[in-house]
Every structure is written in structure tokens, then in C-alpha cells.
């Protein structure tokens, strides 16, 4: 049931494919510490690619005191789609049709994952 929940949802993403946005999920990794010398070696983020991002409004039943409506949002990804989980202090970053960043957004909180599908990610601009 759940492949088939996935399976309906990565079509209904195929449907409404020019709404949604590409992007990026970016996550910081701990510095490498080498025990022997003492030393701290800083490691570069990593880049998961997102090829359907889309944004939507939160609605008047799901506000709370975490949400402020003038630079928060609703992503949703479909789960398939990013090779990670988005976690808390991840970045979520558009990219421009030339395929530089665009907008830059951090993620507050995970919302819900119904049926495994997607991922439905509070986020706010950065």
C-alpha cells in the first residue's frame, strides 16, 4: 500500500511539474578531529540535489507561535527524490534557471512524511 501511496504521489509530481522549483538541501558535517595531533579539520557541506521543490502557505489552523507568516513556508519534496532526510538546521536552497543559488531558506521543522511519500518541511527565509 505504502509503494502505491508513493507511486500516486510521484505521478501527481510528474502532473504539476512546471510549479515546482529545483533546489538543493544543504548540511553541515562536523569537523574531522584527530585525537593524535590535536587538531580540528573543518569539512565542506554537503550537497544533495532536489529536482521538485514546491512551496505552499501554512493555513490558520496549523499557526502557531514557531510560525511567522512573513518569512515562513511549507516545502513539500517528494521523499524519493532526496537521498537524505531533512533534519532541523539544514539549508534548503533554490536554484536559478542558470543554476546558481537563488534563495536560501533554513529548515525549522518536519512537519509530517504521510505514508513515506513526502516530505512536508517548515522553513524560514534566510
Known sequence: MR????NLVGL??????????????????DPEYDEEA????????????ISQIIETRFKATELN????????AKFIIYAPDLAVTPEDDDIIVYLNADGSDGTVWNV??????????????????K
Open 12 to 29: 501527481g509530481f510528474t502532473i504539476i511539474d512546471d510549479l515546482a522549483e529545483s533546489g538543493k538541501l544543504v548540511r553541515d558535517v
Open 65 to 72: 507561535g514557531s510560525v511567522d507568516l512573513k518569512t515562513d
Open 108 to 125: 525549522q521543522n518536519i512537519l509530517g512524511v504521510p505514508g513515506r511519500s513526502v516530505w512536508i518541511v517548515h522553513v524560514r527565509k
Open 38 to 49: 590535536g587538531t580540528v579539520t573543518p569539512t565542506d557541506p554537503v550537497e544533495y540535489p
Open 3 to 6: 509503494e502505491l501511496v508513493s
